[in-house]
């Protein structure tokens, strides 16, 4: 082989430095010397079989390790899972007191107040529902022995985050168990001088439906105060507000009061216990901690558990596929088309920049963020109320609800 003169130069002037190196990388192996190849074969072979031994042993310590987090971490979820026996209610997970501690704080509202508001999620009303803790509340089961009968108003709030026509036929369907008022709470940054909207929600116009100002506390307040004026009360009207978490209760408050006289997110489990707020000399508001009825998985999309404690969100993004409209989705993400929920956030991630080192998707991430976007409305969707009067389940006697057109005036 001839080497080209530039090249043979260089190659001969490394030599000359000690910078050529001409060893070969490759392991030569034990030298083939007859009188030490064979102990130096089994010494060689020892510490191999040593490794392998150690690498194992490491190996089988770091499963325990990991089986003992799995463990410890599956047993904080549980303990973080509130359940109570009374009504087989669980309440949202929070620190303060024992299991019973949240239905102890929905008792103490319910044997408190005189007229209790239950607050429900316009976009899923009958998902926010209870209807056999509105059994017991009319029952008196909830309430002392020598308590009055209370009385029930539907809250149906968040009416800004369906159409009209929809506000229009749950409020239709609702009043033929309840009274039930429509609002929209405000979202107002400032911390008083909170505005106040006159008249009904269902007659306002979409203007004011969509500012930021609150809709519909004219409607209520008259409704209190015509139910204080009728049954005689002297002191203050006792007002409680129940129902799912992060349904709007403390916001509702707020807007009443014009102030923010309670903390109010959309976290739910703000509220850890009773708080009390005097609107004014004739009403007292009665705020409380948010109670999951039940042990519904759909609870995650109610936004009624923290996305945080979600041990797996991707199973809850296929239950959002199966509500929302394929083409909405890929509208909202800028995406192509998908057939199931991994290939669809396989395709968000990619679309939102969420990869792990190496450019693996983070899937699970991705289900989060597609979370927080429903629980923060920007994926549309809403249940639509139902049509034929025929197919409504009567959730009370019929007497029950004859004696609220006395006490209360809630035209529609």
């Known amino acids: 082989m001839v080497l080209h003169k530039p090249i043979f130069k260089m190659n001969r002037k490394s030599g000359k430095n000690g910078t050529l190196s001409r060893k070969s990388s490759k392991d030569p192996g034990v030298p083939n010397l007859s009188q030490f190849k064979a102990g130096m074969c089994r010494q060689l072979l020892k510490k191999q079989n040593q490794m392998a031994h150690e690498a194992e042993k490491w190996q089988q310590l770091r499963d325990e390790q990991s089986e003992q987090r799995r463990l410890m971490i599956s047993k904080a979820?549980?303990?973080?899972?509130?359940?109570?026996?009374?009504?087989?209610?669980?309440?949202?997970?929070?620190?303060?007191?024992?299991?019973?501690?949240?239905?102890?704080e929905l008792r103490r509202v319910v044997d408190t107040a005189d007229v209790l508001l239950i607050v429900l999620d316009a976009r899923d009303p009958m998902g926010c529902r209870s209807i056999q803790l509105e059994h017991k509340i009319m029952d008196g089961q909830l309430s002392g022995p020598s308590a009055i009968s209370k009385r029930i108003v539907f809250i149906l709030n968040k009416i800004d985050l369906v159409p009209r026509e929809v506000a229009d036929g749950w409020l239709k369907y609702l009043r033929k168990s309840f009274p039930t008022v429509a609002f929209k709470a405000s979202t107002q940054k400032q911390r008083s001088n909170l505005t106040l909207?006159?008249?009904?929600?269902?007659?306002?116009?979409?203007?004011?439906?969509?500012?930021?100002?609150?809709?519909?506390?004219?409607?209520?307040?008259q409704l209190l105060k015509n139910y204080s004026r009728n049954r005689n009360i002297k002191t203050a009207l006792s007002v409680g507000l129940i129902g799912y978490p992060n349904t709007g209760k403390s916001s509702i408050i707020n807007s009443l009061k014009r102030c923010r006289a309670v903390h109010a997110g959309s976290t739910p489990g703000l509220t850890k216990s009773v708080q009390e707020v005097h609107l004014d000399g004739k009403i007292r508001l009665l705020d409380s901690p948010g109670v999951l009825f039940n042990d519904d998985e759909s609870n995650v999309l109610r936004n009624a558990i923290r996305i945080e404690s979600i041990e797996d969100p991707c199973s809850v993004v296929a239950s959002v596929l199966d509500r929302v409209p394929s083409d909405q989705l890929r509208s909202?993400?800028?995406?192509?088309?998908?057939?199931n929920a991994s290939e669809f956030?396989?395709?968000?991630?990619h679309a939102r920049g969420k990869l792990k080192r190496g450019g693996i998707p983070d899937l699970e991430g991705t289900a989060r963020i597609v979370l927080y976007d429903w629980n923060d409305g920007r994926i549309q969707f809403w249940a639509e109320p139902p049509v034929d009067v025929d197919d409504i389940v009567n959730c009370e006697r019929p007497q029950i609800v004859d004696q609220f057109s006395k006490s209360f005036v809630c035209t529609d």
């Open 77 to 104: 979820t549980d303990n973080n899972r509130i359940e109570i026996s009374d009504d087989n209610a669980c309440s949202e997970a929070g620190s303060m007191g024992s299991r019973s501690w949240y239905f102890k």
């Open 197 to 221: 909207g006159k008249g009904k929600a269902e007659s306002a116009s979409d203007a004011s439906i969509d500012g930021s100002g609150c809709v519909g506390a004219d409607q209520l307040l």
């Open 332 to 339: 909202l993400y800028g995406i192509g088309t998908f057939t």
């Open 345 to 349: 956030l396989f395709r968000v991630a």
